[in-house]
């Protein structure tokens, strides 16, 4: 690919890198926030644990199945487009969460949370990669990492901090002035760009969707289900394997799929792959846990529940500053 195709001009780049990067951290944080308030919005909303887990379980579950989507809706409708949408959405989407009366209105509402959130890094990441010229994308992905590792270090300290002196309900809130700046600030320096309309793998999408909802449901509720001796995680299992392997059985029969499975005999593509799954894993699979446990078990109060998980993301976002030198 050459430069000229790679990279456009930007008529107000630092604009756009800060638009970019606020709607990147507003839904990193919120993937962290709302840990810290999990118990606390248990008992507002009359839930019991394993229902209060759903909050974060929905989230994820939909951005999940919604991020694999990303790169056909970039293509259809223009990234540009999809970027406002998504972050008009992610907006909204908060509010509601703000303003939940009940755990089946608030599990409903994150749904639609992870829905939105989906788009947000990915787009991000490719916008700020198409306005810096290809010698330069090494720096412009640590300032996009750099970000995105904020996230973790800001996001329990601040649901701790509000919950504790306002309530758990300003941990969706505050997403409202990010988004808004964030909004503006895309609508003024991403510039429009082209659109491929092409057809959607309608069926690949619902494999795979199956697959991975599934996948994540069980290994989200597979502890607290004592695994394979529950029905509902052998049938997640069930499914999941399903999903996968008619997904497999689709992408070999035919020319177009949804997710191009040969990208992982690349090995830097499958190498990369597999550090992302294992920076995922031990940088947010606690992240979940740490939080009931520092509150229940070890009574400590929700603030410095926050203060402890923090230093998490500290190693990952100094090594952020030189890596792309």
Known sequence: MSATASHREVPNLPLLVVSIMLATLMQVIDSTIANVALPDMQGSLSATQDQAAWILTSYIVAAAIATPATGWLASRFGRRHLLILAIAGFTVASVLCGMATSISEMVAFRVLQGLFGAALVPISQSSLLDAFPPEKHGAAMALWGMGVMVGPIVGPPLGGWLTDNYSWHWVFLINVPVGIVALLGVLASVPKDE???????????????????????MLDRGNEKDWFSSIEIQIDLALAFLGFYLYWVHWRSSERTF???????????????????????????????????????????????GLLLAPRGVGTLVAMTTVGR
């Open 195 to 217: 659109v491929e309309p092409s057809r959607f793998d309608w069926r690949g999408f619902a494999f795979l969707a199956i697959g991975i909802a599934a996948l994540q449901l």
């Open 259 to 305: 997710v191009n499975l040969a990208l992982l005999r690349d090995r830097n593509f499958g190498v990369a792959t597999l550090f992302i799954f294992i920076v995922g894993v031990l940088l947010f699979a606690t992240m979940a846990l740490m939080p009931p446990y520092l509150q229940n078990l070890m009574n400590y109060p929700v603030v410095t529940t």
